[in-house]
């Protein structure tokens, strides 16, 4: 078992910044890639940023260029640097690993709330 904590959000201006951290313990030799999602209020919920275990990331469209997905596994800590927050990108950010045999683990999600 993996157990996943966010923390890091919270209220900001439009043109702001904010850095979500994601600390995993347990079994963490099991992960292989851990990611970054986030659901609006009425919306599914949607990846943002995805990194692998060999450092691979992909993005949203929506988040290119001006979020940063990163990962120390030294500390087991995942990071989402977040540059010019919109009022679009307020949701739970939630913090998600993947184990094997597609087990995917979940953090308790934490709010980031942008405002115009």
């Known amino acids: 078992q993996v157990q996943l904590v966010e923390s890091g959000g919270g209220l900001v201006q439009a043109g702001g910044s904010l850095r979500l951290s994601c600390t995993a313990d347990?079994?963490?030799?099991?992960?292989?890639?851990m990611g970054w999602y986030r659901q609006a209020p009425g919306q599914e919920r949607e990846l943002v940023a995805r990194?692998?275990?060999?450092?691979?990331?992909n993005y949203s469209d929506s988040v290119k260029g001006r979020f940063t997905i990163s990962r120390d596994t030294a500390k087991d800590t995942m990071y989402l640097q977040m540059n010019d927050l919109k009022p679009e990108d307020t949701a739970v950010y939630y913090c998600?690993?993947?184990?094997?045999?597609?087990?995917?683990?979940w953090g308790q999600g934490t709010q980031v709330t942008v405002s115009s």
């Open positions: 998600n690993a993947l184990g094997p045999r597609a087990v995917a683990y």
């Open positions: 990194i692998t275990n060999d450092g691979i990331t």
């Open positions: 347990g079994r963490t030799f099991t992960i292989f890639a």
